[in-house]
Protein backbone atom coordinates (compact mmCIF):
# COMPACT_ATOMS: atom_id res chain seq x y z
CA UNK A 1 0.00 0.00 0.00
CA UNK A 2 2.79 2.50 1.38
CA UNK A 3 4.93 1.83 -2.10
CA UNK A 4 1.37 2.44 -4.48
CA UNK A 5 1.47 5.86 -2.60
CA UNK A 6 5.28 6.72 -3.14
CA UNK A 7 4.34 5.74 -6.92
CA UNK A 8 1.25 8.40 -7.62
CA UNK A 9 3.26 10.85 -5.99
CA UNK A 10 6.14 10.64 -7.97
CA UNK A 11 3.82 10.22 -10.96
CA UNK A 12 2.12 13.89 -9.72
CA UNK A 13 5.38 15.35 -9.09
CA UNK A 14 6.36 14.31 -12.72
CA UNK A 15 3.82 15.88 -14.31
CA UNK A 16 3.78 19.14 -12.67
CA UNK A 17 7.45 19.25 -13.48
CA UNK A 18 6.42 18.95 -17.30
CA UNK A 19 3.80 21.47 -16.82
CA UNK A 20 5.80 24.06 -15.23
CA UNK A 21 8.18 23.16 -17.91
CA UNK A 22 5.99 24.84 -20.50
CA UNK A 23 5.06 27.33 -18.71
CA UNK A 24 4.84 30.98 -20.77
CA UNK A 25 6.59 33.19 -17.63
CA UNK A 26 6.91 36.62 -19.41
CA UNK A 27 9.63 39.11 -18.77
CA UNK A 28 10.20 41.16 -15.55
CA UNK A 29 9.25 44.19 -14.81
CA UNK A 30 10.20 47.82 -15.75
CA UNK A 31 12.12 49.18 -12.96
CA UNK A 32 10.92 52.78 -14.39
CA UNK A 33 7.65 52.09 -14.35
CA UNK A 34 6.21 54.97 -11.32
CA UNK A 35 2.64 52.80 -11.71
CA UNK A 36 3.51 49.72 -9.44
CA UNK A 37 5.94 51.89 -6.99
CA UNK A 38 3.30 52.48 -3.74
CA UNK A 39 3.28 56.22 -2.50
CA UNK A 40 5.84 55.70 0.63
CA UNK A 41 8.43 55.11 -1.76
CA UNK A 42 8.38 57.39 -4.44
CA UNK A 43 10.71 59.61 -2.80
CA UNK A 44 13.10 56.63 -3.99
CA UNK A 45 11.81 56.33 -7.30
CA UNK A 46 12.01 59.73 -8.25
CA UNK A 47 15.85 60.09 -7.10
CA UNK A 48 16.83 56.67 -9.12
CA UNK A 49 15.05 58.30 -12.30
CA UNK A 50 17.35 61.36 -11.86
CA UNK A 51 20.43 59.51 -11.32
CA UNK A 52 20.71 60.38 -7.89
CA UNK A 53 20.30 57.23 -6.05
CA UNK A 54 21.75 53.70 -7.25
CA UNK A 55 18.77 51.42 -5.62
CA UNK A 56 15.30 51.32 -8.11
CA UNK A 57 12.36 51.26 -5.38
CA UNK A 58 10.71 48.25 -4.52
CA UNK A 59 7.91 47.68 -6.61
CA UNK A 60 4.30 47.10 -4.96
CA UNK A 61 3.68 42.92 -5.48
CA UNK A 62 0.86 40.63 -5.59
CA UNK A 63 -0.57 38.68 -2.80
CA UNK A 64 -0.56 35.05 -3.28
CA UNK A 65 -3.92 33.06 -1.90
CA UNK A 66 -3.44 29.26 -1.31
CA UNK A 67 -5.88 26.20 -1.37
CA UNK A 68 -4.08 22.76 -0.51
CA UNK A 69 -5.45 19.19 0.48
CA UNK A 70 -3.34 16.10 1.09
CA UNK A 71 -2.54 13.47 3.59
CA UNK A 72 -2.94 14.08 7.26
CA UNK A 73 -1.34 11.52 9.63
CA UNK A 74 -0.31 11.66 13.53
CA UNK A 75 2.76 10.35 15.08
CA UNK A 76 2.22 9.52 18.48
CA UNK A 77 1.52 6.57 21.12
CA UNK A 78 -0.89 4.86 19.13
CA UNK A 79 -0.82 3.24 15.51
CA UNK A 80 -1.73 6.02 12.76
CA UNK A 81 -4.11 3.46 10.87
CA UNK A 82 -3.97 4.93 7.95
CA UNK A 83 -3.57 8.63 6.37
CA UNK A 84 -6.22 10.86 7.33
CA UNK A 85 -7.62 13.94 4.93
CA UNK A 86 -5.93 17.24 5.44
CA UNK A 87 -6.71 20.36 3.73
CA UNK A 88 -5.49 23.70 4.58
CA UNK A 89 -6.21 27.90 2.91
CA UNK A 90 -2.80 30.52 3.11
CA UNK A 91 -2.51 34.38 2.21
CA UNK A 92 1.42 34.83 1.94
CA UNK A 93 2.60 38.59 0.95
CA UNK A 94 6.49 38.73 -0.15
CA UNK A 95 8.79 40.75 2.07
CA UNK A 96 11.35 40.83 -0.18
CA UNK A 97 13.00 38.84 -2.83
CA UNK A 98 14.11 36.04 -0.28
CA UNK A 99 11.80 35.84 2.66
CA UNK A 100 7.88 36.21 2.74
CA UNK A 101 5.16 35.89 5.25
CA UNK A 102 2.12 33.46 5.20
CA UNK A 103 -0.70 33.20 7.69
CA UNK A 104 -2.39 29.36 7.03
CA UNK A 105 -5.61 27.67 8.67
CA UNK A 106 -5.76 23.96 8.62
CA UNK A 107 -7.89 21.56 9.31
CA UNK A 108 -6.65 17.31 9.53
CA UNK A 109 -8.97 14.37 10.51
CA UNK A 110 -7.19 11.01 10.87
CA UNK A 111 -7.97 7.52 12.97
CA UNK A 112 -5.32 5.62 14.61
CA UNK A 113 -5.58 1.52 15.90
CA UNK A 114 -3.02 -0.48 17.81
CA UNK A 115 -2.72 -4.25 16.44
CA UNK A 116 -1.29 -5.09 19.86
CA UNK A 117 -3.55 -5.05 23.02
CA UNK A 118 -2.39 -3.12 26.11
CA UNK A 119 -2.59 -3.53 29.66
CA UNK A 120 -1.42 0.10 31.25
CA UNK A 121 -4.15 2.10 30.57
CA UNK A 122 -4.49 2.94 34.07
CA UNK A 123 -4.07 6.81 33.40
CA UNK A 124 -6.39 6.94 30.39
CA UNK A 125 -9.98 8.21 31.85
CA UNK A 126 -11.57 6.91 28.41
CA UNK A 127 -11.18 3.19 29.85
CA UNK A 128 -11.35 3.79 33.37
CA UNK A 129 -14.20 5.79 33.48
CA UNK A 130 -16.15 3.49 30.58
CA UNK A 131 -16.41 0.07 32.88
CA UNK A 132 -13.37 -1.70 31.87
CA UNK A 133 -11.63 -3.78 34.75
CA UNK A 134 -8.04 -3.25 35.67
CA UNK A 135 -5.43 -5.34 34.28
CA UNK A 136 -7.91 -6.18 31.23
CA UNK A 137 -6.57 -6.04 27.86
CA UNK A 138 -7.83 -3.00 25.34
CA UNK A 139 -6.26 -2.42 22.12
CA UNK A 140 -6.24 1.57 21.79
CA UNK A 141 -7.88 3.38 19.20
CA UNK A 142 -8.85 7.16 18.18
CA UNK A 143 -10.12 9.23 15.74
CA UNK A 144 -8.68 13.32 15.65
CA UNK A 145 -9.78 16.15 13.99
CA UNK A 146 -7.34 19.10 14.32
CA UNK A 147 -7.86 22.56 13.38
CA UNK A 148 -4.71 24.89 13.48
CA UNK A 149 -4.21 28.68 12.28
CA UNK A 150 0.05 29.58 12.20
CA UNK A 151 1.78 32.49 11.08
CA UNK A 152 5.11 31.22 8.86
CA UNK A 153 7.98 32.42 7.83
CA UNK A 154 8.91 31.66 4.18
CA UNK A 155 12.48 31.53 2.62
CA UNK A 156 13.42 30.93 -0.59
CA UNK A 157 16.65 31.26 -2.97
CA UNK A 158 16.41 29.71 -6.00
CA UNK A 159 14.92 32.99 -7.75
CA UNK A 160 18.19 34.16 -7.51
CA UNK A 161 19.66 33.25 -10.57
CA UNK A 162 22.92 34.43 -12.20
CA UNK A 163 22.88 32.75 -15.59
CA UNK A 164 19.01 32.41 -16.46
CA UNK A 165 16.39 35.12 -16.02
CA UNK A 166 13.80 33.36 -14.55
CA UNK A 167 12.86 29.77 -13.20
CA UNK A 168 9.30 28.02 -13.58
CA UNK A 169 9.82 26.35 -10.65
CA UNK A 170 10.32 27.47 -6.88
CA UNK A 171 11.88 25.85 -4.02
CA UNK A 172 10.96 27.07 0.01
CA UNK A 173 11.40 26.28 3.42
CA UNK A 174 9.41 27.81 6.12
CA UNK A 175 8.80 27.80 9.80
CA UNK A 176 5.96 29.10 11.99
CA UNK A 177 4.75 29.20 15.11
CA UNK A 178 0.31 29.14 16.01
CA UNK A 179 -2.27 27.46 17.69
CA UNK A 180 -4.60 24.83 17.27
CA UNK A 181 -7.77 23.07 18.96
CA UNK A 182 -8.79 19.50 18.65
CA UNK A 183 -11.06 16.81 19.46
CA UNK A 184 -9.85 13.42 19.87
CA UNK A 185 -12.75 10.34 20.27
CA UNK A 186 -12.07 7.03 21.84
CA UNK A 187 -14.36 3.81 20.15
CA UNK A 188 -14.77 2.34 23.89
CA UNK A 189 -18.14 1.17 23.82
CA UNK A 190 -19.94 -0.87 21.89
CA UNK A 191 -23.81 0.16 22.29
CA UNK A 192 -24.00 0.69 26.41
CA UNK A 193 -21.29 -1.86 26.94
CA UNK A 194 -17.69 -2.06 26.52
CA UNK A 195 -15.02 -4.23 24.44
CA UNK A 196 -13.71 -5.76 27.50
CA UNK A 197 -14.55 -8.93 26.58
CA UNK A 198 -13.99 -9.05 22.89
CA UNK A 199 -10.53 -7.35 23.64
CA UNK A 200 -9.98 -10.52 26.10
CA UNK A 201 -10.84 -12.83 23.56
CA UNK A 202 -8.43 -11.27 20.80
CA UNK A 203 -6.17 -10.98 24.02
CA UNK A 204 -5.91 -14.73 24.38
CA UNK A 205 -5.87 -15.43 20.65
CA UNK A 206 -2.83 -13.09 20.19
CA UNK A 207 -0.54 -14.67 22.88
CA UNK A 208 -1.80 -18.46 21.87
CA UNK A 209 0.76 -20.78 20.22
CA UNK A 210 0.96 -21.13 17.06
CA UNK A 211 -0.84 -24.17 16.82
CA UNK A 212 -3.22 -23.08 14.50
CA UNK A 213 -5.52 -20.87 16.45
CA UNK A 214 -2.99 -18.44 16.98
CA UNK A 215 -1.87 -14.89 14.94
CA UNK A 216 -0.20 -15.58 12.11
CA UNK A 217 -0.01 -11.83 11.14
CA UNK A 218 -1.31 -8.27 11.29
CA UNK A 219 -3.82 -8.37 8.70
CA UNK A 220 -5.61 -11.45 11.13
CA UNK A 221 -5.28 -8.89 13.66
CA UNK A 222 -7.07 -6.52 11.81
CA UNK A 223 -9.70 -7.70 10.71
CA UNK A 224 -10.61 -9.38 13.79
CA UNK A 225 -10.84 -5.61 15.19
CA UNK A 226 -12.58 -4.58 12.33
CA UNK A 227 -15.32 -7.34 12.89
CA UNK A 228 -15.52 -5.94 16.92
CA UNK A 229 -15.03 -2.34 16.73
CA UNK A 230 -18.52 -0.53 15.65
CA UNK A 231 -16.37 2.91 14.80
CA UNK A 232 -18.48 5.17 17.01
CA UNK A 233 -15.97 6.90 18.26
CA UNK A 234 -18.26 8.50 21.38
CA UNK A 235 -15.78 8.32 24.19
CA UNK A 236 -13.77 11.76 24.72
CA UNK A 237 -9.75 11.01 25.52
CA UNK A 238 -7.41 11.88 27.52
CA UNK A 239 -6.93 15.60 28.34
CA UNK A 240 -4.40 17.44 30.28
CA UNK A 241 -5.09 18.86 33.72
CA UNK A 242 -6.00 22.20 33.67
CA UNK A 243 -5.75 22.54 29.71
CA UNK A 244 -7.10 25.69 28.05
CA UNK A 245 -9.87 25.19 25.53
CA UNK A 246 -11.39 27.47 22.32
CA UNK A 247 -14.70 26.61 21.14
CA UNK A 248 -14.72 24.16 23.67
CA UNK A 249 -12.13 22.09 22.18
CA UNK A 250 -8.56 21.74 23.93
CA UNK A 251 -5.89 24.36 22.67
CA UNK A 252 -2.41 24.23 22.32
CA UNK A 253 0.56 26.21 20.85
CA UNK A 254 2.64 25.07 17.95
CA UNK A 255 5.34 25.10 16.06
CA UNK A 256 5.86 23.94 12.69
CA UNK A 257 8.30 23.68 10.17
CA UNK A 258 8.26 22.37 6.12
CA UNK A 259 9.36 22.62 2.43
CA UNK A 260 7.99 22.90 -0.61
CA UNK A 261 8.12 23.10 -4.60
CA UNK A 262 6.15 25.27 -6.17
CA UNK A 263 5.73 25.14 -10.38
CA UNK A 264 4.37 28.46 -12.18
CA UNK A 265 2.01 27.29 -14.90
CA UNK A 266 1.74 31.44 -15.84
CA UNK A 267 1.44 35.01 -14.08
CA UNK A 268 -1.27 33.78 -12.13
CA UNK A 269 -1.28 30.35 -11.05
CA UNK A 270 1.18 28.02 -9.75
CA UNK A 271 0.98 24.43 -8.28
CA UNK A 272 2.82 23.30 -5.30
CA UNK A 273 3.90 20.36 -3.13
CA UNK A 274 5.04 20.56 0.06
CA UNK A 275 5.26 18.77 3.45
CA UNK A 276 4.54 20.00 6.68
CA UNK A 277 5.39 18.71 10.28
CA UNK A 278 3.95 20.43 13.42
CA UNK A 279 4.67 19.76 17.04
CA UNK A 280 2.05 20.85 19.49
CA UNK A 281 2.83 20.89 22.81
CA UNK A 282 0.80 17.90 23.91
CA UNK A 283 0.84 14.32 23.73
CA UNK A 284 -2.73 13.73 23.60
CA UNK A 285 -3.77 14.05 19.49
CA UNK A 286 -4.14 10.05 19.64
CA UNK A 287 -6.09 10.09 23.19
CA UNK A 288 -2.64 8.02 24.90
CA UNK A 289 -0.17 9.69 26.98
CA UNK A 290 1.82 6.81 28.33
CA UNK A 291 3.24 4.49 25.44
CA UNK A 292 3.96 0.66 26.72
CA UNK A 293 6.69 -0.93 25.79
CA UNK A 294 4.64 -4.64 24.79
CA UNK A 295 1.49 -6.01 25.63
CA UNK A 296 1.17 -6.98 29.61
CA UNK A 297 3.89 -4.63 30.47
CA UNK A 298 2.92 -2.08 33.93
CA UNK A 299 5.95 -0.15 32.73
CA UNK A 300 5.83 3.22 31.10
CA UNK A 301 8.01 4.89 29.08
CA UNK A 302 9.00 8.49 29.86
CA UNK A 303 6.48 11.19 28.35
CA UNK A 304 7.13 12.80 24.92
CA UNK A 305 5.16 15.32 22.61
CA UNK A 306 2.84 14.20 19.62
CA UNK A 307 3.19 15.40 16.09
CA UNK A 308 1.40 15.40 13.06
CA UNK A 309 2.09 16.07 9.41
CA UNK A 310 0.26 17.41 6.43
CA UNK A 311 1.40 16.56 3.06
CA UNK A 312 -0.09 17.80 0.29
CA UNK A 313 -0.91 19.63 -3.38
CA UNK A 314 -1.52 22.75 -3.28
CA UNK A 315 -3.29 25.20 -6.24
CA UNK A 316 -1.87 28.87 -5.68
CA UNK A 317 -3.18 32.54 -7.29
CA UNK A 318 -1.68 35.70 -7.18
CA UNK A 319 -3.71 38.94 -6.76
CA UNK A 320 -3.46 42.60 -7.01
CA UNK A 321 -4.01 45.28 -9.57
CA UNK A 322 -1.55 47.77 -10.59
CA UNK A 323 1.47 45.81 -8.93
CA UNK A 324 4.28 43.19 -9.89
CA UNK A 325 4.14 39.23 -9.65
CA UNK A 326 4.92 38.22 -6.14
CA UNK A 327 8.64 38.91 -5.57
CA UNK A 328 9.70 35.52 -4.86
CA UNK A 329 8.88 34.38 -8.57
CA UNK A 330 11.68 37.57 -10.06
CA UNK A 331 14.58 38.14 -10.00
CA UNK A 332 16.50 40.69 -8.45
CA UNK A 333 19.52 40.35 -10.78
CA UNK A 334 17.51 41.02 -14.06
CA UNK A 335 17.91 44.92 -13.89
CA UNK A 336 21.47 44.69 -12.80
CA UNK A 337 22.05 42.07 -16.09
CA UNK A 338 19.79 44.57 -18.18
CA UNK A 339 21.58 47.50 -17.74
CA UNK A 340 24.93 45.97 -18.13
CA UNK A 341 23.88 44.17 -21.36
CA UNK A 342 21.75 46.97 -23.03
CA UNK A 343 21.55 49.93 -20.81
CA UNK A 344 18.74 52.59 -20.80
CA UNK A 345 18.96 54.31 -17.64
CA UNK A 346 22.13 54.08 -16.54
CA UNK A 347 24.17 57.11 -16.78
CA UNK A 348 26.98 57.21 -19.08
CA UNK A 349 29.85 59.27 -19.29
CA UNK A 350 30.92 60.95 -22.46
CA UNK A 351 33.63 59.63 -24.34
CA UNK A 352 36.80 60.90 -24.29
CA UNK A 353 38.40 60.47 -27.93
CA UNK A 354 42.01 60.99 -28.75
CA UNK A 355 43.30 64.31 -30.48
CA UNK A 356 46.66 64.36 -30.51
CA UNK A 357 47.01 67.66 -32.50
CA UNK A 358 44.43 69.59 -31.15
CA UNK A 359 42.74 70.73 -34.29
CA UNK A 360 39.19 69.33 -33.44
CA UNK A 361 39.33 66.40 -35.66
CA UNK A 362 40.05 62.80 -33.62
CA UNK A 363 42.58 60.64 -34.21
CA UNK A 364 40.92 57.72 -35.69
CA UNK A 365 39.15 60.09 -38.45
CA UNK A 366 42.06 63.00 -38.95
CA UNK A 367 43.85 62.28 -41.73
CA UNK A 368 46.55 64.59 -41.16
CA UNK A 369 47.17 63.97 -37.79
CA UNK A 370 50.22 66.13 -36.94
CA UNK A 371 48.85 69.93 -37.84
CA UNK A 372 50.51 72.67 -35.83
CA UNK A 373 48.33 74.05 -33.18
CA UNK A 374 45.98 76.30 -34.27
CA UNK A 375 46.10 75.85 -38.10
CA UNK A 376 42.42 75.50 -39.78
CA UNK A 377 42.06 72.38 -40.95
CA UNK A 378 38.78 70.96 -42.98
CA UNK A 379 36.45 68.34 -41.93
CA UNK A 380 38.89 65.79 -42.54
CA UNK A 381 41.71 67.39 -40.20
CA UNK A 382 43.90 68.84 -43.36
CA UNK A 383 45.09 71.98 -43.39
CA UNK A 384 43.16 74.44 -45.68
CA UNK A 385 44.82 75.86 -48.97
CA UNK A 386 41.94 78.62 -49.77
CA UNK A 387 43.39 79.40 -53.13
CA UNK A 388 44.62 76.38 -53.98
CA UNK A 389 47.98 77.13 -54.21
CA UNK A 390 49.56 74.46 -52.58
CA UNK A 391 50.68 76.17 -49.89
CA UNK A 392 48.32 75.33 -46.30
CA UNK A 393 46.66 78.79 -45.46
CA UNK A 394 49.03 78.97 -42.22
CA UNK A 395 52.00 79.30 -44.12
CA UNK A 396 50.43 81.33 -46.70
CA UNK A 397 51.43 84.76 -46.85
CA UNK A 398 48.91 85.77 -49.55
CA UNK A 399 46.27 84.03 -48.86
CA UNK A 400 43.84 84.12 -52.29
CA UNK A 401 46.33 83.94 -55.17
CA UNK A 402 44.57 84.59 -58.37
CA UNK A 403 45.14 81.67 -60.62
CA UNK A 404 46.87 83.46 -63.28
CA UNK A 405 49.15 84.72 -60.60
CA UNK A 406 50.47 81.14 -60.06
CA UNK A 407 53.06 79.04 -59.40
CA UNK A 408 53.84 80.42 -55.80
CA UNK A 409 56.54 80.46 -53.68
CA UNK A 410 57.66 79.09 -50.60
CA UNK A 411 55.33 81.89 -48.87
CA UNK A 412 52.65 81.33 -51.37
CA UNK A 413 53.20 84.58 -52.87
CA UNK A 414 52.46 84.61 -56.82
CA UNK A 415 54.10 86.76 -59.46
CA UNK A 416 50.98 88.32 -61.84
CA UNK A 417 52.00 88.33 -65.57
CA UNK A 418 51.12 92.04 -67.15
CA UNK A 419 47.68 91.39 -69.30
CA UNK A 420 48.12 91.95 -73.13
CA UNK A 421 46.32 95.04 -72.89
CA UNK A 422 48.85 96.98 -70.85
CA UNK A 423 50.94 97.45 -73.45
CA UNK A 424 47.93 100.01 -75.61
CA UNK A 425 46.66 101.13 -72.02
CA UNK A 426 50.12 102.35 -71.01
CA UNK A 427 50.04 104.38 -74.59
CA UNK A 428 46.83 105.75 -74.44
CA UNK A 429 47.02 107.35 -70.62
CA UNK A 430 50.63 108.56 -72.07
CA UNK A 431 48.79 110.04 -75.06
CA UNK A 432 46.08 111.24 -73.31
CA UNK A 433 47.18 111.77 -69.69
CA UNK A 434 43.93 109.56 -68.65
CA UNK A 435 43.98 107.08 -65.70
CA UNK A 436 42.98 103.42 -66.98
CA UNK A 437 43.87 101.99 -63.47
CA UNK A 438 41.60 102.59 -60.83
CA UNK A 439 44.33 100.85 -58.17
CA UNK A 440 42.19 98.49 -56.84
CA UNK A 441 44.61 95.84 -56.60
CA UNK A 442 44.31 92.08 -57.22
CA UNK A 443 40.91 90.53 -57.13
CA UNK A 444 40.34 86.72 -56.40
CA UNK A 445 39.76 83.62 -58.56
CA UNK A 446 36.85 81.02 -58.26
CA UNK A 447 37.21 77.88 -59.01
CA UNK A 448 34.09 75.21 -59.98
CA UNK A 449 34.05 71.86 -59.76
CA UNK A 450 33.66 70.11 -63.30
CA UNK A 451 30.39 70.53 -65.26
CA UNK A 452 28.76 72.43 -62.05
CA UNK A 453 27.74 75.86 -62.29
CA UNK A 454 27.07 76.51 -58.08
CA UNK A 455 29.14 78.61 -55.86
CA UNK A 456 31.05 76.83 -52.94
CA UNK A 457 30.98 78.00 -49.79
CA UNK A 458 34.52 78.54 -50.31
CA UNK A 459 34.24 80.66 -53.46
CA UNK A 460 31.32 82.89 -51.60
CA UNK A 461 33.83 83.76 -48.88
CA UNK A 462 35.72 85.15 -51.77
CA UNK A 463 33.26 87.06 -53.19
CA UNK A 464 32.45 88.46 -50.26
CA UNK A 465 35.47 89.50 -49.52
CA UNK A 466 36.44 90.81 -52.85
CA UNK A 467 33.13 92.48 -52.98
CA UNK A 468 34.23 94.72 -49.68
CA UNK A 469 37.13 95.87 -51.69
CA UNK A 470 34.71 96.88 -55.04
CA UNK A 471 32.86 98.65 -52.31
CA UNK A 472 35.93 100.48 -50.92
CA UNK A 473 36.80 101.87 -54.64
CA UNK A 474 33.32 102.89 -56.33
CA UNK A 475 35.29 104.22 -59.00
CA UNK A 476 36.28 100.76 -60.53
CA UNK A 477 34.76 98.79 -62.77
CA UNK A 478 35.36 94.59 -62.68
CA UNK A 479 35.54 92.33 -65.34
CA UNK A 480 34.30 89.26 -64.74
CA UNK A 481 36.38 86.40 -67.17
CA UNK A 482 35.28 83.26 -67.89
CA UNK A 483 37.19 80.75 -70.84
CA UNK A 484 36.97 77.76 -72.83
CA UNK A 485 34.68 77.75 -76.28
CA UNK A 486 35.48 75.15 -78.24
CA UNK A 487 32.13 73.64 -77.97
CA UNK A 488 28.79 74.98 -77.39
CA UNK A 489 28.28 73.22 -74.08
CA UNK A 490 31.81 74.60 -73.18
CA UNK A 491 30.70 78.24 -74.49
CA UNK A 492 27.20 78.13 -72.36
CA UNK A 493 28.82 76.78 -69.24
CA UNK A 494 31.34 79.67 -69.09
CA UNK A 495 28.52 82.27 -69.72
CA UNK A 496 26.52 79.93 -66.94
CA UNK A 497 29.76 80.60 -64.47
CA UNK A 498 30.35 84.44 -65.29
CA UNK A 499 26.67 84.68 -64.91
CA UNK A 500 26.69 83.28 -61.25
CA UNK A 501 29.29 85.46 -59.91
CA UNK A 502 27.53 88.69 -61.44
CA UNK A 503 24.02 87.59 -60.18
CA UNK A 504 25.86 86.76 -56.61
CA UNK A 505 28.04 90.13 -56.45
CA UNK A 506 24.37 91.94 -57.04
CA UNK A 507 21.91 89.93 -54.99
CA UNK A 508 23.75 89.27 -52.55
CA UNK A 509 26.75 91.90 -52.05
CA UNK A 510 24.37 94.49 -53.27
CA UNK A 511 26.57 95.64 -56.18
CA UNK A 512 25.35 97.78 -59.22
CA UNK A 513 25.50 95.93 -62.20
CA UNK A 514 26.66 98.34 -64.92
CA UNK A 515 29.96 97.87 -62.48
CA UNK A 516 30.81 94.60 -63.86
CA UNK A 517 32.14 93.72 -67.39
CA UNK A 518 30.78 90.24 -68.53
CA UNK A 519 33.09 88.07 -70.48
CA UNK A 520 33.11 84.28 -71.30
CA UNK A 521 34.27 82.10 -73.63
CA UNK A 522 37.66 83.75 -73.47
CA UNK A 523 41.01 82.01 -74.36
CA UNK A 524 44.24 81.01 -72.19
CA UNK A 525 42.75 80.28 -68.53
CA UNK A 526 41.32 77.31 -66.92
CA UNK A 527 38.05 76.06 -67.75
CA UNK A 528 36.85 75.51 -64.29
CA UNK A 529 37.78 79.02 -63.34
CA UNK A 530 36.43 82.56 -63.57
CA UNK A 531 38.87 85.60 -62.65
CA UNK A 532 37.89 88.83 -61.31
CA UNK A 533 39.93 91.79 -62.23
CA UNK A 534 40.12 95.63 -62.66
CA UNK A 535 38.57 96.04 -65.43
CA UNK A 536 38.51 100.59 -65.34
CA UNK A 537 38.56 102.20 -68.94
CA UNK A 538 38.04 98.57 -70.57
CA UNK A 539 34.82 98.57 -73.08
CA UNK A 540 32.40 95.82 -72.50
CA UNK A 541 28.65 94.67 -71.76
CA UNK A 542 27.35 94.86 -68.67
CA UNK A 543 25.04 92.12 -69.44
CA UNK A 544 25.19 88.93 -72.23
CA UNK A 545 22.25 87.21 -73.70
CA UNK A 546 22.95 83.36 -73.07
CA UNK A 547 24.33 82.04 -76.19
CA UNK A 548 22.78 78.41 -76.06
CA UNK A 549 19.62 78.72 -74.09
CA UNK A 550 18.64 75.14 -74.69
CA UNK A 551 22.28 74.02 -73.30
CA UNK A 552 21.46 76.39 -69.78
CA UNK A 553 22.46 74.13 -66.29
CA UNK A 554 19.76 74.25 -63.74
CA UNK A 555 16.85 75.44 -65.88
Request: with cysteine.
Amino acid sequence: MASKKYVSFLSLLFLLISAASQAQLGGSYDVQDSSVIPSKRLPQHTEFMANNYPYPAKPRNQWEIGLQVGAFGISGDVRNRFPGIGAAIHARKALGYVFSLRGQLGFGTTKGLNFQPSTNWTKNTAYTTTGYALGSPVFYNYKTNVYDLSLQGVVTLSNIRFHKAKSSFNIYAFAGLGGMIYDTKIDAMKGNTTYAADFLAIYNKYNATADGFGYKNRKDIKKDLKDVLDGSYETTGQLDNGQPKVFKKPFRFIANVGAGVQFKLNKKLSLAIEDKLTIPKTDLLDGQQWQENGPGNATAQSRDYDTYNFLSVGINVAIGNKAVEPLWWLNPLDYAYNEVNKPRHMKLPKPVLDDADGDGITDQFDQEPNTPAGAPVDSHGVSRDTDGDGVPDYKDKELITPTQCQPVDADGVGKCPPPACCDSLSKLIAENGTKTNCGIGDLPSVTFKPKSITLSNDAKALLASAAQKIKDNPNCKIAVIGYCSSSKSEQQLSWDRVNAVISYMVDKEGINQDRFIFKYGEMGGDCNTVDLRDGTGEEGPTTVPAPHPNLRRGR
